[in-house]
Structure formats: structure tokens, C-alpha cells
């Protein structure tokens, strides 16, 4: 019988195997430690991403080109922004157990965070109360003491680690 203007395709899988799906591996070969989420060095490591994005978001949406100090502010924040969601991969993927440097990193953006914020703290007064730098640049200035406190907490649990392991 033949049907007016309808065709139909017949996949007969048991003669091609490449159609099988059976030989496909679903396990990744890259090693994911799903508990360092779970961790305090994980939440603060996630903390530090989301604070930092909001520092720099803060930032970039306002005139701070206007104010040499602010691109010191804004260097600082996707500096260690991007780097801190490289190493938050590098945990995720358990490759930080070949870079014993991570204190350095942690201590080193705990200090020019914090700098970082004070200067931008001294410079929020420089903006029209209730207009949109300024609030920007207020609500920037806490996230940014925030970020630092993270990053504080990091390198003490990074120092932590790092004592326990020469105990052993």
C-alpha cells in the first residue's frame, strides 16, 4: 500500500553499532571532589566569587574612570576575581594538592582586598549622597571589606592545612 506524500525511515540498530550507545563511557576523567563545596574552604572560596563579582559589578556600572583610585579598586577586584575562580576549578578538580602556593595567593588578596577597600572606603564621600555612584560605590566598599574577610579565612584554614601536614 502506499501512503500519499509520507515516508518513513527504519534505523535498524542491531546491524550498525555505532547507533549503540552501550560503548560510551559516562564516567569523566577529570576527578571532581564534590565535598570541597561542602567545606569551609569551599564556601568561602564560593563566597569570594559572588562577593568579588558584586565588587567589581558595583564598580564598573558607575563613573570611577573619573577617579584614578577607583581603577586601583576595580585592578584588584577582577584580579583576584579571576583568579580565585581558576583555583576554585583547580580545588573542584583536585589539582590543588600539586600547588602548595595557595596560602600566598589567599594571604596576598586578604592584603590588597583590604586596601583595596579602604581606599575605595575613603573615596565614597567623593560621590552625591543618594545618587547612583554613590550608593554604588557604598555598597561596593562593604562587599569589598567582605571579600577580604573571605579571603582571611581562607588563608587561615590555608595556614591551618598547611601546619597540620608538617605535624605529620
Not at 51 to 69: E, H, K, Q, W
Not at 71 to 91: D, N, P, S
Not at 146 to 163: D, E, N, T
Amino acid at each position: 500500500m502506499e501512503e500519499s506524500g509520507v515516508s518513513r525511515a527504519v534505523i535498524n540498530t542491531s546491524s550498525n553499532p555505532y547507533l549503540e550507545f552501550d560503548h560510551i563511557s559516562t564516567v569523566s576523567s577529570i576527578p571532581c571532589d564534590k565535598q570541597f563545596i561542602k567545606s569551609a574552604a569551599g564556601l568561602l572560596a564560593c563566597a569570594e566569587v559572588v562577593l568579588g563579582l558584586l565588587v567589581c559589578g558595583l564598580i564598573a556600572g558607575t563613573d570611577y574612570f573619573r577617579m584614578s583610585p577607583f581603577g586601583w579598586v576595580m585592578f584588584v577586584a577582577v584580579f583576584y576575581w579571576v583568579l580565585t575562580l581558576f583555583l576554585l576549578i583547580l580545588f573542584l578538580t583536585q589539582a590543588h594538592s600539586r600547588i602548595p602556593q595557595v596560602l600566598i595567593f589567599n594571604t596576598s588578596a586578604t592584603l590588597l582586598y583590604l586596601v583595596a577597600a579602604v581606599v575605595e572606603a575613603t573615596l565614597v564621600d567623593h560621590g552625591v549622597k543618594g545618587h547612583h555612584n554613590y550608593n554604588s560605590w557604598a555598597a561596593s566598599t562593604f562587599f569589598a571589606f567582605l571579600v577580604s574577610l573571605s579571603y582571611g579565612g581562607s588563608a587561615y584554614l590555608g595556614f591551618k592545612a598547611w601546619r597540620d601536614r608538617g605535624e605529620e
